[in-house]
């Protein structure tokens, strides 16, 4: 599922010139023979739960290395969730400005992870929007994109400038005068006169 995202465009670049690096634990190969890797909801509900232990398991493979020179590494610990804290550009330059060596990103299926796994690993509950998905595996795409550009030397210099400078949801390019199916589709003028100034202006309204 990450295999052929995580190998195209900006991540793609960013993984290959080791300014990011990226693992993957998966608790489910942790699962005992003949043992489901979820069980019936206490209290009663709809669906199945993620049996904690083998996230927990997982989580202790994880190996995070420290070398002399390197001893103050910190990590943070996310988990998906639709009550989490809605995850945004703000957030993902935090994590960056705080120097997290480490990010470990706990993606559910299902009803969800049993919620001791948040507790004991005191994970930070994100959302990504209030919708809901098959499984954690976008979120944790979505995050890894985010976050990985704002690391420094991850975005060239054309899309650094590109990140920061002031965009709009409404964006041109030729033709000015656009024809398709017997009418005429014209640029907004503002964009044509050379006015930086109240083209600026034009981007923030839109």
Known sequence: MFDSYLKESVIGRAVKDKKIKIRFYNPMDLCEPKRRVDDRPYGGGPGMVLRPELFLKAFSKIKISRTPLDIKRRTKVIIFSPSGKKFD??????????????????????????????????????????????????????????????????????????????????????????????????????????????????????
Do not use: C, F
Not at 123 to 146: F, K, Q, R, W
Not at 163 to 182: A, D, N
């Open 89 to 206: 550009t703000a957030y993902a330059k935090k994590l960056v400005k705080q120097k997290y060596t480490d990010m470990i990103l706990i993606s559910g299926r299902y009803e969800g992870i049993d919620a001791r796994v948040q507790k004991i690993l005191r994970a930070e509950p994100i959302s990504i929007g209030d919708y809901v998905l098959t499984g954690g595996e976008l979120p944790a795409m979505v995050l890894i994109d985010s976050i990985s550009r704002q690391i420094p030397g991850v975005l060239g210099k054309y899309e650094s400038l590109e990140e920061e400078r002031i965009s709009s949801s409404e964006v041109y390019t030729r033709p000015e005068i656009l024809k398709w199916k017997g009418k005429n589709y014209r640029v907004p003028k503002i964009l044509l006169s050379g006015d930086h100034k109240k083209i600026k202006e034009w981007k923030k309204s839109k």
